[in-house]
């Protein structure tokens, strides 16, 4: 959320901030009801003092003699007494109302993110490796004939938009998963978490993803839903803590599996793992001082984008557009690896920086040096990476002229072969 303060003296930057995003932010409604709000808590406050003091007469009044006085004080006493008891369920429900309101807002685009409404218009940054050239078959296919992927048990047991990995697809989903999460602990010093995959849904308000996004979550009751992102648990880690200037950056890996409805996708990627309403995902949260986060940014690109490089892929890096990021962040950057047999980029990690916006909806802050007052952290996170598209991006990329896959020299002590072979025919 928005710091509070922001809103009331800056109303015309905050709804200039939200059109770039597209969003009409609800600035007018918000100021008026925190106008009653504050103006209800002003008028609670002076009534308790009030009464307070003429409590404190009572006594005086009784010790002088004056039975009158202090009658009328008491009479005064009572009135006041009633009338706090009515306005404090008014403060409280606006108070509901402007948290209700504020949990609405988006926020606000960094002076460097590209102006800009779809993805037509994100900005390429910089591109790696060479993009491989000529014929390539799909992965949905290698995936068949290599005996990887058992699309049809996984709509038979679960529905579209579940598969089955096998054999050596399955054993390529954990090598992947096992070798990004050592990478980014032993070459970037994240500390590994293994979170769990249902959160409250006072987690997901934190971390923006309630109310706005409920259509594309699955619930498992009334308050616990599967994680859309390992972001949701590790961002809710440090809830409600203060932390201390020597403990920042912190940064954690943690693989969950992810779930998503896809609710606004339907109809898209169909074929093959492209969009799964279940899939496996590493990422990378940081919390760190202020000044600090948008180097942290460009450093969090740099992470992710290593495991590309060290697996030899073509991507690009895409600093996105204001309209093309989303609610929560301020700068985003998107990694496309190169599919050749889809013939197309595929995001396999968003790298963003959310100032305060989470840590405000969290509470997590920390003190710029001992003794100073609590202030609140910036937040950063990126796919690190996300499987499927990597999967599918390797697949195609490595196929060798016998339909075998050579496996890039990194995985290959996790897969412990050196290419999947083709299965021999009955």
């Known amino acids: 959320m928005l710091d509070r303060k922001l809103i009331r003296e800056n109303p015309d930057f905050v ?3 939200a059109l770039r995003k597209g969003i009409e932010a609800p600035v007018d409604e918000f100021l008026r009801i925190d106008s009653e709000w504050r103006a209800a808590i002003h008028d609670l406050e002076q009534k308790k003092a009030e009464s307070n003091k003429i409590s404190k007469s009572i006594g005086q009044l009784m010790g002088q003699g004056d039975q009158a006085g202090a009658e009328a004080a008491k009479a005064q006493t009572g009135e006041l007494k009633e009338a706090i008891k009515a306005l404090e369920p008014r403060v409280k429900e606006l ?113 923006g993803n309630l109310p706005k996004f409920a259509d594309d979550l699955y619930r498992a009751d009334e308050d616990l839903w599967l994680v859309p992102t390992a972001e949701v648990p590790v961002t809710n880690l440090l809830r409600d803590e203060i932390l201390e200037p020597w403990q920042l950056p912190v940064k954690f890996a943690a693989y969950t599996p992810c779930f998503r409805k896809e609710a606004g996708a339907a109809g898209r990627d169909t074929r093959g793992i492209l969009r799964m309403h279940q899939f496996d995902k590493v990422e990378l949260v940081k919390f760190v001082r202020p000044e600090e986060s948008y ?114 020299e990194p995985l290959q002590r996790y897969m412990g072969t050196d290419v999947i072979p083709v299965p021999p025919t009955a």
């Open 95 to 207: 108070e509901q109302q402007l948290e209700k309101l504020e949990l609405t807002f988006p926020n606000l685009p960094h002076e460097s993110t590209p102006d800009g409404l779809t993805p037509e218009e994100n900005v390429e940054v910089r591109a790696w490796g060479e993009k491989p050239e000529g014929d390539y078959k799909p992965h949905y296919d290698l995936a068949e004939e290599l005996q990887l992927i058992d699309f049809a048990a996984g709509a038979k047991i679960s529905g579209s938009g579940f598969v089955v990995y096998t054999g050596y697809g399955a054993k390529l989903v954990r090598a992947l998963t096992n070798f990004m999460l050592d990478f980014q602990v032993e070459e970037h010093h994240y500390s590994e978490v293994y979170p769990p995959a249902l959160v409250s849904s006072e987690s997901l308000t934190g971390t």
């Open 295 to 408: 180097d942290h940014l460009e450093e969090l690109v740099a992470n992710a984008e290593a495991i590309l490089q060290a697996l030899g892929l073509h991507y690009r890096v895409l600093l996105l557009c204001a309209g093309d990021m989303g609610d929560k962040g301020c700068k985003c950057y998107d990694l496309e690896v190169w599919a050749p047999g889809e013939q197309r980029y595929l995001e396999v990690s968003s790298c963003t920086n959310f100032e305060a916006f989470q840590a405000r909806r969290t509470n997590i802050r920390f003190r710029p040096e001992p003794g100073a007052p609590p202030e609140f952290v910036h937040i950063l996170n990126g796919s690190g990476l996300a499987v499927p598209r990597l999967m599918v991006a390797l697949l195609e990329t490595y196929r060798q002229a016998d339909g075998s896959i050579a496996i890039p």
């Open 15 to 17: 709804k200039a901030g």
